[in-house]
């Protein structure tokens, strides 16, 4: 079952078209990446997500309900953390987490308990107004988890946190998803969505670029592998008509292959005209390069 999706989710702003018919996949118990550049669509989606802009259309639907017609019911199992947190400055950690609790009744067993999931328990008589922009960060998604929900929205959530804190907040991500719960997120840290998402969706120009797991992403581009072999000369002339390898040096070869298919029927071309290999390595393409590769390209 999916906990998200949208059918040709499009927003304008005069004449300027913000988001062009976009239509999301969010798996229940996924880690969603979105990503996108600056002014790709990205805030303005999750706005739309949580009811905070209008559209025209019934095309958002989440936990299997139509936002329009539901968007209380939907609103009180989701948490959400939009651009910078919200809270009152003048009240201590503690007490904004009190403030919540007139809404949801969970008591001060449940503040104690998120403010030691965040990393706040330590702060919680220190008024939000003295709090550093990391520590803000923290509340803000102490605020977000604090009635249990099961779906996450969050925008930019490791803004402002230091490596510690990024390492701290992955892990808090991940224990969130092992106990089911759904993360939709946007971050312009790449390398971290890499080691928690496990579907990827890339917005540019307010249009889907690309949407799936993480697995098929990293799959999708050119890999490079490098060879050592016996002959060079040989090897070269073997693969010239199926994968136009290069010279690397002297005694190495370097050949792009697309997946694990191409792998083996290299290795096996290889090996059935009796070229010893006597190594491989293979140079992987992180998110951070795909990412930019499928920018450029929609850009030509």
Do not use: W
Request: glycine residues 6%; contains cysteine; proline residues 2%.
């Amino acid at each position: 079952m999916d906990s998200i999706t949208t059918q040709n989710l499009s927003y304008t702003i005069g004449s300027k078209t913000i988001l062009n018919n976009i239509n999301l996949t969010i798996p229940e118990g996924s880690i969603y990446g979105y990503l996108g550049r600056n002014g790709a669509g990205k805030s303005t989606t999750i706005k739309l997500l949580l009811g905070l802009l209008e559209t025209h259309g019934d095309n958002i639907f989440i936990q299997n309900k139509s936002l329009k017609q539901s968007r209380t019911e939907i609103l009180a199992v989701t948490g959400n953390l939009i651009e910078s947190p919200c809270f009152y400055t003048k009240l201590t950690v503690f007490e904004n987490l009190k403030y919540l609790d007139i809404i949801y009744h969970k008591g001060n067993t449940r503040i104690d308990e998120v403010l030691e999931l965040v990393g706040l328990e330590n702060e919680k008589k220190k008024k939000a107004s003295a709090l550093s922009m990391g520590m803000k960060q923290r509340l803000g998604i102490a605020m977000a988890i604090y009635n249990d929900p099961q779906l996450l929205i969050l925008d930019e959530p490791l803004n402002g946190l230091d490596p510690q804190g990024i390492f701290e907040m992955r892990k808090l991500f991940q224990h969130l998803n092992s106990e089911g719960k759904t993360i939709f997120l946007s971050s312009h840290i790449l390398s971290e969505l890499e080691k928690i998402a496990t579907h990827i969706g890339i917005i540019e120009e307010g249009s889907m670029i690309f949407q799936g797991t993480k697995n098929d992403l990293l799959n999708k581009v050119e890999k490079n592998v490098v060879l050592k072999v016996d002959c060079v000369e040989k090897a070269m002339i073997i693969l010239q008509n199926s994968f136009a390898p290069t010279l690397h040096n002297s005694n190495k070869i370097s050949v792009k292959i697309t997946d694990d298919k191409e792998f083996n029927s290299l290795l096996k071309n290889l090996i059935s005209n009796e070229i010893e290999i006597y190594e491989v390595e293979s140079q992987n393409t992180n998110l951070e390069q795909i990412f930019i590769n499928l920018i450029s390209k929609k850009n030509v």
